[in-house]
């Protein structure tokens, strides 16, 4: 917790603002359990605290401190200054808001919009992991959590088209598709950039990135910064709109695709003026029309399903679709696709430096179910999943290896002159 929180005020306001509607739904919770074999934190430690019911204990407290006979009475138990900072850790690095608990609970509690509304009434309160508040603030101020001001998206895009000799349209006037990018991928994967130019231009789709609106990861949900998702949403919102496009593409992230997909309208007040497509459901759409050819891929590999793609994203079809024809050994996973084991870096948990120890614990799940499939190649649609990773891959030095799906269809593209 940062110094600056009054802590008498950080609680008023973290209790003033949980609402009735999510105390009720966190009040039907019924004690079964069943939710903790579910999550993957619990799983990796089997430490009875990262049990998901536990993460509506915040909610309970707040709202048991001010309702009910003993709350009206003032003799209900207070939040402390000690609960404040034990829910940061709960709520903010122990949370990947990936749904899996959902799939199990009987009363169909979803812990991961709890975690949402949790976080924005900590965040109101001004607690939250000061990197993670440091990525949303860099977003509203310099464009991107890693820095990638309009001027730089302009410099690496024109390097990036010299380097590949590939077309790479910034502020095209007249293209029906918006692109966005991860700053992710842009900074650390820019191969994953070139790649999706490479397919949409051999498909002759009318596509551009915009300097107005270009980063897709908004680090203002995820650190529950209502303001700055706003913001984040309505730089693309109006950037789709001053272009005409009808369609915005989500590249390779999962939570970017969530929040433009399912919360953007409900940010903004408004309805979209535009379809928005994860890059996996826009290809696959392409495929569909008989736009690619591909050569085979060899290797061995499994797919890594990102949870805000699959599970609560629902294009888990789409990549098996794209796989096929183009993985000539391709292994499921077990569990796999709608009950996939997270990367345990998503919700921004990747961005909390001092989560890391338990996220390379959350990899051994992962890294376990690619060995049972006999592979060592781990296929994602995920940059955020792919750099969770790549560094847990670093850190436990395990010896397989971590792909992109896009990358993996442009360098196995079959091109016109190839014929
Ligand atoms: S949403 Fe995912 S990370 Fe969060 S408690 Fe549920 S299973 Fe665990
Ligand atoms: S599965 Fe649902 S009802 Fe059971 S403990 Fe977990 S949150 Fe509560």
Redesign the pocket.
Same mark, same amino acid.
């Given at each position: 917790m940062t110094d600056q929180v009054n802590v008498q005020a950080a609680v008023d306001k973290f209790v003033g603002l949980v609402g009735r509607p999510l105390a009720t739904w966190a009040e039907s919770? !019924?004690?079964?359990?069943?939710?903790a074999e579910a999550c993957h934190f619990y799983q990796a430690t089997k430490d009875p605290k990262y049990t998901?019911?536990w993460k509506?204990q915040p909610i309970l407290k707040a709202h048991r401190s001010k309702t009910g006979f003993l709350g009206l009475l003032g003799i209900a138990p207070k939040v402390t200054e000690a609960d404040l900072t034990e829910w940061e850790e709960l709520i903010f690095d122990t949370c990947n808001m990936c749904g899996r608990?959902t799939l !199990?609970?009987?009363?169909g509690?979803d812990?991961a919009s709890i975690t949402g509304a949790t976080r924005q009434a900590l965040a109101s309160a001004g607690i939250g992991p000061a990197d993670l508040f440091a990525a949303a603030e860099n977003s509203r101020d310099r464009g991107s959590p890693l820095g990638l001001t309009p001027e730089k998206l302009e410099d690496r895009l024109e390097w990036l088209a010299d380097d590949n000799e590939i077309d790479l349209p910034l502020d095209k006037e007249g293209a029906e598709v918006l692109l966005t990018v991860s700053s992710i991928e842009m900074m650390k994967y820019p191969d994953s950039i070139v790649s999706m130019g490479k397919l949409l231009n051999h498909a002759g789709v009318n596509w551009t990135f915009s300097s107005k609106g270009y980063e897709s990861t908004n680090f203002g949900y995820l650190s529950g910064k209502s303001d700055i998702a706003k913001t984040m949403t309505l730089r693309i919102v109006e950037a789709a709109e001053a272009l005409k496009v009808k369609t915005v593409i989500i590249p390779e992230c999962g939570h970017a695709y969530g929040v433009m997909r399912w919360q953007a309208a409900n940010v903004i007040g408004r309805p979209l003026p535009f379809e928005v497509f994860h890059i996996t459901e826009y290809l696959a759409k392409l495929k569909r029309e008989g736009k690619f050819e591909f050569k085979p891929f060899d290797e061995p590999c499994t797919y890594h399903d990102p949870c805000q793609i699959s599970r609560r994203g629902g294009a888990t079809e789409d990549a098996r679709y794209l796989l096929e024809g183009l993985m000539t050994d391709f292994r499921e996973m077990t569990p796999t696709a709608n009950s996939n084991w997270c990367c345990g870096g998503g919700g921004g948990v990747q961005a909390i430096a001092r989560s890391a120890p338990i996220r390379y614990k959350v990899f051994k799940i992962k890294t376990d179910q690619v060995a049972e499939t006999g592979t060592d190649t781990l296929v994602s649609a995920c940059a955020n999943c792919r750099l969770t990773m790549d560094e847990a891959k670093a850190a436990t030095k395990w010896g397989g290896k971590l792909e992109s799906i896009v990358e993996i269809m442009a360098s196995h593209l079959i091109e016109k002159d190839d014929d």
């Open positions: 919770c !019924v004690r079964c359990g069943l939710c998901p019911a509506l608990c !199990v609970c009987p009363m509690i812990i």
